[in-house]
């Protein structure tokens, strides 16, 4: 039973370049979560989605975009990568809203 | 406006002494509060809620609505406590964004 699986672990991009970051569970569970994790910062929300067929903006929404594909997947899109998003990405996912049950081990995102 | 604040960037004791994570929040409504915690090279996970009212590894956290407080306590402090933790708040009901504080250190030395 894997939770929360994110891909890719690591990855380095050039400023402009556009990135998918993939997540799947699979807990069944409705919710679904992106947050960022920066140094000093603590996590904030870039997007979540409280059921299938819904997404809502988080405190950074910013240059984002994000697909709740299905039930399992929630995968968050770049665009256009600028060097103030390179942070590690977290995925999460919970039963029923609320806070975040189940983490993902997150994606480390550099942008030069 | 919601948020979580957690004053301390790092809080370092010895082995067998108490520890106090401190979190305090605002919040107009009725909120739900949590604490996370992430150990060195694992995911972040949740530790404990206040509507549980359950102690976790040794800790406990009581919700203060007067001082608008959820701080965690442990009476002894083990090596293995070692972590960042996060305090979080949602509401109860509604539309909400769930927020974390923005994380305390603890490093507990031998």
């Known amino acids: 039973n894997a939770g929360v699986t994110q891909t890719p672990k690591f990855q380095v991009l050039k400023t402009g370049q556009s990135m998918t970051l993939q997540c799947a569970q699979d807990?069944?569970?409705?919710?679904m979560y992106w947050y960022r994790q920066d140094p000093g910062m603590g996590l904030r929300l870039i997007y979540y989605?409280?059921?299938?067929?819904?997404?809502d903006k988080g405190e950074v929404p910013n240059g984002y975009n994000v697909s709740r594909l299905n039930k399992r997947e929630f995968s968050l899109r770049l665009e256009s990568a600028a060097p103030s998003q390179t942070s590690v990405y977290f995925c999460?996912?919970?039963?029923?809203?609320?806070?975040?049950?189940?983490f993902g081990d997150g994606t480390r995102l550099s942008i030069l | 406006a919601q948020r979580v604040t957690q004053p301390e960037k790092l809080l370092s004791v010895f082995k067998g002494a108490p520890v106090e994570l401190k979190c305090n929040y605002s919040?107009?409504?009725?909120?739900?509060l949590f604490w996370y915690v992430q150990y060195s090279r694992q995911r972040l996970q949740l530790l404990l809620r206040h509507i549980s009212r359950e102690s976790i590894k040794g800790f406990t956290a009581d919700l203060n609505k007067g001082e608008t407080s959820f701080h965690l306590k442990k009476p002894f402090a083990q090596e293995e406590d070692s972590a960042m933790y996060y305090c979080a708040l949602s509401s109860s009901g509604g539309s909400y964004i769930p927020t974390f504080g923005r994380g305390t250190s603890l490093i507990v030395h031998p």
């Open positions: 999460a996912s919970s039963l029923q809203g609320g806070q975040p049950q189940h």
């Open positions: 989605s409280a059921s299938e067929g819904t997404t």
């Open positions: 807990m069944n569970h409705n919710s």
């Open positions: 919040y107009s409504g009725s909120p739900e």
